[in-house]
């Protein structure tokens, strides 16, 4: 499917951070990158893998003014017996190209993705830590590239993949996270682009996430835009919400991004027996359960955390406590769950896990 990929090393290696040094997330960058070009006449061309560095944009280049820009992330874990896998690799290209077509983009296969990104994970093998709970976050991206003003969609693209090795997202590990629920701004509307993974939804949601840092919680939750009354994710995460014996997380409608981790959550609770509901959720049903005491846990998905409980819920008037700011019991089981696949530690049943080799 791809080309052949030119390989231009770097030279000299930068130096790995030091395996007791806290990686945070996105902070270093590996040796290598992909990159691929395309233009209407000749499709995707010229598959290479370069030093990471500048990509040597026009200054007119359409994503700097229009922002068509897309992009996923997904992970690669350094097992217990050394080996490298990648999670849920295919499931990410895929949505890497449903939000390109979101964004009237030049349409890129997802096998092509795919084979990119397992060709950089193994060059930059080594990059990938062992420690426990880091991982080599993959990071690739599809921007607009032609010079011209006009608004259309662009007829140049650049495709390139970087890659970081992270340790776990909040700095505050498993504990509890705050959460402001946001009441005023909106992320995505319907009809919009907020089921795509592009960056122009983060451009939008920036406001919010300041102003909830400021009070002092470390993420938004996004409310429904015409009545904001409904949950719909948070900032990088999906949101899940146990009230009694049920587990609900909204539904995918095309306003919030079809996470993975929220679909492998939900194939996880179904093998196990939980009650799971996709099914619109509102801050007075919320509120409601938790005056009653039966809102049991909150925690949100995303490759980034995995699963991230949350343990209060800020509103204008107030804060609604969860779970005695303690990791809830389902929040632990499952997270101990993913990351024991991830990991290699668990038998992967539903062939979630590529093989880097
Ligand atoms: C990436 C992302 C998520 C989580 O998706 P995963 O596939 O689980 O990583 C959730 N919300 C937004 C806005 C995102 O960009």
Redesign the pocket.
């Given at each position: 499917m791809l080309p052949p990929i030119e390989v231009h090393r770097a030279s000299p290696l930068k130096a790995k951070p030091a395996p007791s040094e806290a990686l945070g997330f996105g902070k270093y960058f590996t040796d290598h990158m992909f990159r691929m070009d395309y233009s209407t006449e000749r499709g995707w061309h010229q598959a290479r893998i370069l030093p990471h560095g500048p990509l040597g944009l026009d200054p007119g280049a359409a994503v700097l003014h229009y922002a068509q820009s897309v992009f996923?992330?997904?992970k690669v874990f350094r097992g217990q017996d050394g080996k490298l896998r990648a999670f849920r690799l295919a499931d990410?290209c895929a949505?890497l190209s449903s939000s390109a077509e979101r964004l009237s983009m030049a349409p890129l296969p997802p096998e092509l993705a795919r084979e990119a990104i397992q060709a950089l994970v193994k060059l930059d093998a080594a990059w990938v830590p062992s420690a426990p709970g880091t991982s080599l976050y993959v990071r690739p991206v599809v921007i607009a590239s032609e010079a011209f003003l006009g608004v259309r969609p662009a007829d140049k693209y650049i495709f390139f993949v970087i890659m970081s090795p992270v340790g776990g997202y909040f700095s505050n590990g498993a504990e509890p996270v705050r959460i402001w629920v946001e009441q005023q701004l909106t992320r995505a509307a319907p009809g919009g682009i907020g089921g795509a993974?592009a960056a122009a939804?983060?451009a939008a949601s920036l406001q919010a996430s300041v102003a909830a840092k400021k009070r002092g919680y470390a993420q938004v939750l996004w409310l429904d835009a015409l009545e904001h009354r409904y949950i719909e994710?948070v900032?990088?995460?999906?949101l899940f919400v146990r009230i009694g014996d049920e587990v609900v997380t909204p539904p995918l409608d095309g306003t919030?991004?079809p996470?993975?981790?929220?679909e492998s959550v939900l194939t996880l609770l179904r093998d196990w027996g939980v009650r799971t509901s996709e099914r619109k959720l509102s801050i007075d049903e919320l509120r409601e359960a938790h005056q009653k005491g039966e809102l049991r846990e909150v925690f949100g998905?995303?490759?980034?955390a995995v699963i991230s409980p949350v343990g209060g819920l800020g509103f204008q008037d107030g804060e609604l406590k969860i779970g005695e700011g303690r990791l809830g019991e389902l929040s632990k089981r499952l997270y101990d769950a993913v990351t024991g696949i991830q990991y290699g530690t668990l038998p992967d049943r539903h062939g979630w896990m590529t093989l880097i080799e």
């Open positions: 996923d992330g997904s990410h949505r993974k939804n983060y994710e900032g990088t995460m999906n919030f991004l996470g993975i981790t929220r998905t995303g490759t980034a």
